[in-house]
């Protein structure tokens, strides 16, 4: 079966970094594209970028790029966000989905928690 | 890029059918069939129901459909169950130069 299994919740400082895996199995990891989206608490989903199975190409929302990177290893079929110079709102849980269609996430991870405080 | 924009919350009695509408532009709604809804229960991962417009993933009730005209794509969930009460989020492709993906703001569903 399908899982995205991803790291667990992080507290960092403003000014830092903070990095976020994702480990895919029960599929062809380079069949499919990886999302990152995230979720303030109480408030709505963010699409932050797609990175591809496949080559690792990626795109990212206008608003993340210079700030954030995302990358594969398809040795362990593990995808990576980095998010650099964090900031207070960028308190949130941050998920990574499967894209089975262009927009129709239909695997999810379980969310990590990134709290920003100092 | 704007969020696509959806009603914040709407409530309904069991029973009843209920349309919540997820407006974007020309620009991805109207330019493109890949719209997809989710739901999203509190403090879990959102939950694909519908995508390319109208079709449902294996598993999901057929009392959820999808439709939409112009700009406009709506959700439509028949029969409505106290398990239904939840939040609604549209997503759509931009394509174009972009090739983005966005999300609506969210509605919160109540089963009165």
């Known amino acids: 079966q399908v899982q995205l299994l991803q790291s667990g919740a992080e507290v960092q400082e403003p000014g830092a970094s903070v990095k976020v895996s994702c480990k895919a199995s029960?599929?062809?990891?380079?069949?499919?594209?990886i999302n990152w989206v995230r979720q303030a608490p109480g408030l709505g989903l963010e699409w932050m970028g797609w990175?591809?199975?496949?080559?690792?190409?990626?795109n990212y929302a206008q608003k993340f790029q210079g700030r954030v990177t995302m990358t594969t290893d398809a040795s362990t079929t593990t995808v990576y966000l980095e998010l650099r110079s964090l900031k207070s709102d960028d308190t949130a849980v941050y998920y990574c989905?499967?894209?089975?269609?262009?927009?129709?996430?239909?695997?999810w991870g379980q969310g990590t928690l990134v709290t920003v405080s100092s | 890029q704007s969020a696509l924009t959806q009603p914040a919350s709407m409530s309904g009695s069991p029973g009843q059918s209920i349309t919540i509408s997820c407006t974007g532009t020309?620009?991805?709604?109207?330019?493109?069939?890949?719209v997809s809804w989710y739901q999203q229960y509190p403090g879990t991962a959102p939950k694909l129901i519908i995508y390319?417009?109208?079709s449902r993933p294996s598993g999901v009730s057929a009392r959820f459909s999808g439709s939409k005209s112009g700009n406009v794509a709506s959700l439509t969930i028949s029969g409505l169950q106290a398990e239904d009460e939840a939040d609604y989020f549209c997503?759509?492709?931009?394509?174009?130069?972009?090739?983005?993906?966005?999300f609506g703001g969210g509605t919160k569903l109540t089963v009165l």
């Open positions: 989905a499967r894209e089975l269609r262009y927009a129709a996430f239909d695997y």
């Open positions: 029960g599929y062809t990891f380079s069949s499919y594209a």
């Open positions: 990175i591809s199975g496949y080559n690792g190409n990626t």
């Open positions: 020309s620009s991805d709604i109207g330019a493109y069939n890949y």
């Open positions: 390319s417009v109208d």
């Open positions: 997503a759509s492709y931009t394509g174009s130069s972009t090739r983005y993906r966005l």
